[in-house]
């Protein structure tokens, strides 16, 4: 019995590993090679041999340690495509290439290329923040200056409520933005905090003293400080959630009401909901709902019914009441159409931030996102 079950297992595997095979598409004229070069992204190297460029681990055969610590890929670096087997793979080769005979050919930058163009996301690596409902409350916030300026910027000096000596040293500056509010149940998730700039500890205590070492906005008293995060991955691998996650987008942080390829969004969704950096989700415009029309009938071949409903009063007297027919209030509704996809570049307990990596159409705020 144990042998017949172990054998079914392994034929489902064997199945379901053909399936998935079957299922990655190679991209219609599709190169042989490609040479990396300077300003080449691994999402773009991917959407050359790929229809799904999200679905990248997958053709280069990664595990989930790999994931974790993907590839370094550099410019000059050959990626070849290889269909052992009948399974498309990319394989990397180190080799150097000599565009054109007789040229001279200088060093390239050794520096490895991104999975997207980091210029887009960097500024939301550290910044924005997303915050609980308390957080900044309770934050320290600056009460005053030693000259008595309303408006500071970079190169000021500033006094804070307190900070305490094993706070940190470098901090950033804030003042309370928007409220992130779910759009299926209506609860505040959290507060998207206005970045204002970076300051440093000259002296910790009850007031401490910070010097503000960059500004974007304009900073002024009662605004609040927190502790700058570590640096965060600025690369990452594109794929599928482990769970089955469905959302909506909540912001656009562009405040546009049709949100294009290269936006950045917010999901109602976060690390709670096992959503991890790199992760794609693919992006539904919900279908409209439509009156739904009565079956025509014909008069001659029709009696009608009457939807009646009976009760009685307290004193036992019948009581008839004549329902209203509520056909004509039922709808049907329009199939979902995916327009785009989405990559989650950073992750908060409940919220998240996505970059839009294609869209077909618009998308807009309180669209479905779920796994592509």
């Known amino acids: 019995m144990y ?3 172990i054998t ?4 489902f595997l064997s199945f379901t590993s053909v399936a998935s095979a079957r299922d990655l598409r190679l991209k219609e004229g599709h190169p042989e090679r490609h040479i990396v070069v300077k300003g080449d992204t691994l999402w ?3 959407s050359k041999f790929l229809n799904d460029p999200w679905r990248w681990p997958e053709i280069w055969k990664m595990n989930r340690e790999q994931i974790k610590n993907p590839h370094r890929i550099y410019p000059g670096d050959v990626i070849l495509l290889s269909l052992d087997h009948g399974r498309p793979e990319l394989r990397l080769l180190r080799e150097t290439v000599t565009l054109e005979p007789g040229a001279i050919i200088e060093p390239l930058e050794k520096a490895p290329i991104p ?10 690596l550290s910044q924005p923040l997303v915050v609980e409902n308390k957080q900044l409350e309770e934050a320290p916030e600056i009460i005053g200056t030693p000259d008595d300026r309303l408006l500071l910027g970079s190169g000021h000096r500033a006094y804070v409520s307190a900070i305490p000596e094993d706070a940190g040293l470098q901090w950033q500056l804030f003042r309370p933005g928007k409220p992130l509010v779910d759009p299926d149940t209506q609860e505040t998730l959290g507060y998207e905090a206005i970045y204002l700039g970076d300051a440093k500890v000259v002296r ?15 900073i002024s008293l009662n605004d609040k400080l927190v502790v700058a995060p570590e640096k965060l991955m600025g690369n990452f691998v594109p794929r599928a959630p482990e769970l089955e996650i469905q959302g909506r987008i909540m912001t656009s942080y562009e405040n546009t009401t049709e949100i294009g390829r290269n936006a ?6 976060g690390m709670a909901d096992g959503l991890e950096s790199g992760h794609v989700l693919a992006v539904y415009s919900a279908g409209r709902e439509l009156p739904k ?3 025509a009938v014909d008069p001659r071949d029709h009696k009608p019914e009457l939807n009646i409903e ?4 307290a004193e036992g007297k019948l009581i008839v009441n004549l329902k209203k027919d509520d056909e004509a209030a039922k709808t049907i509704k329009l199939p979902d159409e995916r327009i785009g996809l989405v990559m989650i570049f950073r992750t908060f307990e409940r919220v998240s931030y996505a970059l839009v990596m294609q869209s077909e159409r618009p998308i807009h705020i309180n669209d479905v996102v779920k796994n592509p």
Do not use: C, H, M
């Open 3 to 5: 042998a017949r079950i």
């Open 8 to 11: 079914w297992l392994l034929l």
């Open 44 to 46: 773009g190297i991917s």
């Open 115 to 124: 999975t997207i163009a980091p210029a887009v996301i960097a500024p939301f």
């Open 204 to 218: 910790y205590g009850e007031p401490a003293t910070i010097n503000i070492t960059r500004s974007k906005q304009e």
């Open 264 to 269: 950045i969004v917010t999901i109602n969704r």
């Open 293 to 295: 029309k009565k079956a």
């Open 310 to 313: 009976t009760t009685r009063d």
